[in-house]
């Protein structure tokens, strides 16, 4: 079934590669990032790879929250039937140990990645509940099951938050038509993390992102991608006593 898909952050890393596969599977879709000149790039690989469906670039900065309503009601409008699933995927990675004097980056942190997320899911939900359907995916972490200590405690947190935001969805919609999913993707390699060195734990980031695909089609409540080593760990992070968790990160 041909669906229209919309991602934030669609012009690199897991966003670049959905908006790949998901093309590959005959999908519509409208990409939205920053860097507008990386999505006409992209718009331009899909639509000649794929000549059977429509692709719509629109430069979005997912913290200008005016912007991200007006963004998503045009492509609403722009894809013929409108949007069927939203992948809230737009995120950085910045951060600092609380109390060293970096509050910026950690505020940065904390507004794209959870408060502009709450604003992609409140302008996917008002299209969603006008039509009585849709699919709403947050991107989370597998970070986001506990709380993690230094550079990555803010990151972490808003990863949990947003986690937290769809469960509240899942709760409200359950047995309804709209469908919420919460993905959390261990490490799956892309140009944000291309110089971390290789150790099991990591994925590529076509198979890394296959398993997210997979996941969202399935329209998934939660899904820890990839299943291995992921699945099985993140029943070890969420339970395990302080001391340990520790010594594993």
């Known amino acids: 079934m041909r669906r229209n898909i919309l991602i934030t952050g669609a012009s690199a890393g897991l966003g670049e590669e959905m908006a790949r596969q998901f093309a590959a599977k005959g999908h519509n879709l409208a990409l939205t990032a ?28 997912v913290t200008d929250h005016e912007q991200v309503f007006e963004v998503f009601r045009l492509a609403d409008t722009e894809l013929d039937g409108g949007l069927d699933r939203v992948i809230v995927n737009a995120g950085i990675g910045k951060g600092a140990p609380l109390g060293s004097g970096r509050f910026d980056a950690n505020l940065e942190t904390a507004m794209t990645n959870f408060v502009a997320a709450l604003a992609q899911a409140e302008a996917a939900m008002e299209l969603f509940r006008a039509r009585n359907a849709g699919h709403l995916v947050l991107i989370s972490s597998i970070a986001g099951l506990r709380g993690l200590p230094k550079a990555v405690t803010t990151y972490a947190a808003t990863k949990a938050a947003v986690a937290s935001l769809a469960e509240g969805l899942q709760l409200e919609l359950l047995g309804k038509p709209i469908k919420v999913s919460a993905i959390y993707p261990g490490y799956i390699r892309t140009e944000l993390n291309e110089d971390v060195a290789n150790t099991p734990l990591i994925a590529d980031t076509v198979p890394g992102v296959r398993a997210m695909v997979a996941a969202i089609e399935a329209e998934k409540a939660k899904a820890y991608v990839p299943r291995w080593p992921w699945v099985p760990l993140a029943r070890v992070m969420r339970y395990a006593p302080l001391p340990l968790l520790k010594r594993m990160v």
């Open 34 to 61: 920053r860097r507008e000149d990386r999505l006409k790039a992209l718009q331009d690989e899909l639509t000649a790879r794929h000549p059977g469906i429509t692709v719509i670039t629109h430069p979005l900065d």
